[in-house]
């Protein structure tokens, strides 16, 4: 079974980092593309960041500059250090990959940022 588990959630002050982690329960690099999407309350889902197999990398507007996403291969697991957080950035944060034409989603981690 296909699994994408996230971590590293939290509360963390307006300006500061944090970083979520996604655990994949196979290859990191047999998903193409991965990706993080976010939902804040009354909102849809949004694309934050996704990454390629050929390593391209995509941001949204509003995160360029501010957020980056990488994977570790050795650990099958991709990230996103999300630094200069801002109060907008709270959102429950949800790991995505397509393997095979199929798309696998992690339960998601919460993240709040505090003015």
């Known amino acids: 079974q296909v699994q994408l588990v996230e971590s590293g959630g939290g509360l963390v002050q307006a300006g500061g980092s944090l970083r979520v982690s996604c655990v994949a329960s196979r290859s990191i690099f047999s998903f193409n593309p991965l990706g993080w999407y976010r939902q804040a309350p009354g909102k849809e889902r949004e694309l934050v960041a996704r990454?390629?197999?050929?390593?391209?990398?995509d941001y949204a507007d509003s995160v360029k500059g501010r957020f980056t996403i990488y994977r570790d291969g050795t650990k099958n697991t991709l990230y996103l250090q999300m630094d200069s957080l801002k109060p907008e950035d709270t959102a429950v944060y949800y790991c995505?990959?397509?393997?095979?034409?199929?798309?696998?989603w992690g339960q998601g981690t919460q993240v709040t940022v505090s003015s």
């Open positions: 990454i390629t197999s050929g390593s391209r990398t």
């Open positions: 995505n990959g397509k393997r095979f034409e199929v798309d696998y």
